[in-house]
């Protein structure tokens, strides 16, 4: 069974600090990872998608590298801005089935 | 440019009524799926389908039904309320495969 852990739960930095998100998975069998952004009572909003033959994509400050074959992927968020303050979950989907296993999700809050 | 749609927004029952979470996509994706989010606990998946007729379990499926009758549509249904179904829905849909997941805005359920 396909296990997507998050680590840490919980971040608070000041405005500036670049920073790291990781996210772990435990089956290799996977089409692609996703990064999301959660707002506090919102939706989910995608920031990046890693096909599994890719090992990075970037979009304006943030930075998603995936390592397929020891199971790990990480959001760099450049320059933190208070605006960046969200709950950040990745996801991945599963190669025999389609569906989607999502972390528990990292909470960031940057400080001004 | 709607996306995926979430009716209704917030809904209150009482313990044993029935009641339908409608999930409307327009980008004709083949994939489909529900997923209940609770504090603590993550997001986690109810039900899912591949396409018009198929549809398949997820990790709490449980006091959930669901059909598939066109591609755009993709209907819960609780049949018997329970407290414990409390939580915030929300409906993802995407291509199958390699596909990015897109989310709805999220539905809030109270069981009273």
């Known amino acids: 069974k396909q296990e997507v852990t998050q680590i840490p739960a919980a971040l608070s930095v000041p405005e500036g600090e670049n920073l790291v998100l990781n996210c772990s998975f435990t089956d290799s069998a996977i089409y692609n990872l996703q990064w999301f952004r959660q707002d506090p009572g919102k939706g989910l909003t995608s920031l990046l998608l890693?096909?599994?033959?890719?090992r990075e994509q970037t979009s304006g400050r943030l930075n998603a590298s995936l390592d397929k074959s020891s199971g790990r992927s990480t959001l760099y968020i450049a320059a933190s801005q208070p605006g960046d303050s969200a709950t950040y979950l990745c996801a991945v989907r599963l190669h025999n089935n389609n569906d989607m296993r999502f972390g528990a999700g990292t909470r960031l809050t940057v400080k001004p | 440019n709607a996306g995926v749609t979430q009716t209704p927004k917030f809904q209150v029952l009482k313990t044993g009524q029935s009641m339908t979470l409608l999930c409307a996509q327009d980008m004709n994706h083949e994939y489909m799926s529900w997923y209940r989010q609770d504090p603590g606990m993550g997001l986690r998946l109810i039900h899912y389908?591949?396409?018009?007729?198929?549809?398949d379990q997820g990790e709490v499926p449980n006091g959930y039904n669901v059909s598939r009758s066109t591609t755009e549509d993709f209907p819960l249904r609780l049949l018997s309320a329970a407290p414990s179904q409390t939580s915030v829905y929300f409906c993802?849909?995407?291509?199958?495969?390699?596909?990015?997941?897109?989310f709805g805005e999220g539905s809030r359920l109270t069981v009273l």
């Open positions: 890693i096909q599994s033959s890719q």
């Open positions: 993802a849909s995407s291509y199958v495969g390699p596909g990015e997941l897109f």
């Open positions: 389908s591949v396409g018009a007729g198929i549809t």
